[in-house]
């Protein structure tokens, strides 16, 4: 894996990340599907270029985070993240801590815009 990448701060402003979209179930996971209200739903994760860091923040659950290689991506739009499955991406959203289990990662990136790029 590459060197570690850029450390971000809990500050809510858009950022740009890069990487591979991945498809997975919570059953695939490995936190598995204890509880998950529907153990074969596909999430959507970026496995990024180079693993983030998250310095802690002033709230509880916005935790320092090392050497995050994967993060959760979900939209509020409704478009199909699954569509960019396999491809790597640029994608420019809001870095957050996960505080909910369909996240799955540590963190998750509120996606605002995606794009495939060439590998």
Same mark, same amino acid.
Do not use: W
């Given at each position: 894996?590459?060197?570690?990448? *850029?450390?971000?701060? %809990?500050? %809510?402003?858009? =950022?740009? !990340? @890069?990487?591979?979209? !991945? $498809?997975?179930?919570?059953?695939?996971?490995?936190?598995?599907?204890?509880?998950?209200?529907?153990?074969?739903?596909?999430? /959507?994760?970026?496995? !990024?270029?180079?693993? =983030?860091?998250? /310095? *802690?923040?002033?709230?509880?659950?916005?935790?320092?985070?090392?050497?995050? #290689?994967? =993060? /959760? $991506? %979900?939209?509020?739009?409704? /478009?199909? !993240?699954?569509?960019? #499955?396999?491809?790597?991406?640029?994608?420019?959203?809001? $870095?957050?801590?996960?505080?909910?289990?369909? *996240?799955?990662?540590?963190? @998750?990136?509120?996606?605002?815009? =995606?794009?495939?790029?060439?590998?």
């Amino acid at each position: 894996m590459d060197a570690i990448g *850029a450390c971000y701060d %809990y500050n %809510y402003v858009q =950022i740009q !990340l @890069q990487g591979e979209v !991945l $498809l997975k179930a919570p059953a695939d996971l490995p936190k598995g599907a204890v509880n998950h209200r529907n153990p074969k739903e596909k999430h /959507t994760f970026l496995k !990024l270029d180079q693993p =983030i860091c998250m /310095t *802690a923040g002033k709230n509880s659950y916005e935790s320092a985070e090392e050497n995050q #290689a994967e =993060i /959760t $991506l %979900y939209t509020l739009k409704g /478009t199909g !993240l699954g569509q960019y #499955a396999g491809k790597r991406v640029s994608v420019n959203g809001v $870095l957050m801590h996960s505080f909910v289990s369909d *996240a799955h990662t540590p963190l @998750q990136l509120s996606v605002k815009d =995606i794009t495939a790029v060439s590998k």
